[in-house]
Antibody, heavy 121, light 108 residues
Framework: QVQLQESGPGLVMPSETLSLTCTVSGGSFSTYYWGWIRQPPGMGPEWIGYFYYSGITNYNPSLKSRVTISVDTSKNQFSLNLSSVTAADTAVYYC???????????????WGQGTLVTVSS | DIQMTQSPSFVSAAVGDRVTITCRASQGISSWLAWYQQKPGRAPKLLIYAASSLHSGVPSRFSGSGSGTDFTLTITNLQPEDFATYYCQQANNSPPLTFGGGTKVEIK
């Protein structure tokens, strides 16, 4: 079964770029959407963006100017870059696979275990 | 953006109780709604998709209903492992995808 694992720095300086990688095991990227979701401490989840294996990407408009999601199929990995971070970007970041029905709808399963990223000097 | 409003934000219940959680969308989303369960320190787990379809492996005491703007998650015969926080997510194709504020189910 598919498993996802996030990796990357746990501490990022303000104004710098947050970079995380999600490694996918037990499955391939084809026919699925793959995404990033974050959850600030004590709050609900916030969708960041997703990509489709064909190359389509879609980002949350509130973050779009700062977000890039890229994929390295040779390593079965996809990555998140979030630039110009502030304390408001402190959160647990999750990667997840997104399911659809005939291309409609987007819901997430499974999720990685998540990684806490703190933005602080 | 489509706003998702969950109620109540907190519910106290006993083992064996029936719990109902409501999620309201700020505009119609057909049946494009998912429900998740999250325990402390863990990632959310998918329970229900397309408003009423039970995800594989999820116990049948969980059920979902609704369409348009009003949706419900019902847990019948509440079990000790069901004490957690539950989130709805609007799953409409038009971004952004958004989540509700959560409902914490605690032991009475």
């Amino acid at each position: 079964q598919v498993q996802l694992q996030e990796s990357g720095p746990g501490l990022v300086m303000p104004s710098e770029t947050l970079s995380l990688t999600c490694t996918v095991s037990g499955g391939s990227f084809s026919t699925y959407y793959w995404g990033w979701i974050r959850q600030p401490p004590g709050m609900g989840p916030e969708w960041i963006g997703y990509f489709y294996y064909s190359g389509i990407t879609n980002y949350n408009p509130s973050l779009k100017s700062r977000v890039t999601i890229s994929v390295d199929t040779s390593k079965n990995q996809f990555s998140l870059n979030l630039s110009s971070v502030t304390a408001a970007d402190t959160a647990v970041y999750y990667c997840a696979r997104a399911h659809t029905i005939g291309g409609e709808g987007r819901w997430f399963d499974p999720w990685g275990q998540g990684t806490l990223v703190t933005v602080s000097s | 953006d489509i706003q998702m409003t969950q109620s109540p934000s907190f519910v106290s219940a006993a083992v064996g109780d029936r719990v109902t959680i409501t999620c309201r969308a700020s505009q119609g989303i057909s049946s494009w709604l998912a429900w998740y369960q999250q325990k402390p320190g863990r990632a959310p787990k998918l329970l229900i998709y397309a408003a009423s379809s039970l995800h594989s492996g999820v116990p049948s005491r969980f059920s979902g209903s609704g369409s348009g703007t009003d949706f419900t998650l019902t847990i019948t015969n509440l079990q000790p492992e069901d004490f957690a926080t539950y989130y709805c997510q609007q799953a409409n194709n038009s971004p952004p995808l958004t989540f509700g504020g959560g409902t914490k189910v605690e032991i009475k």
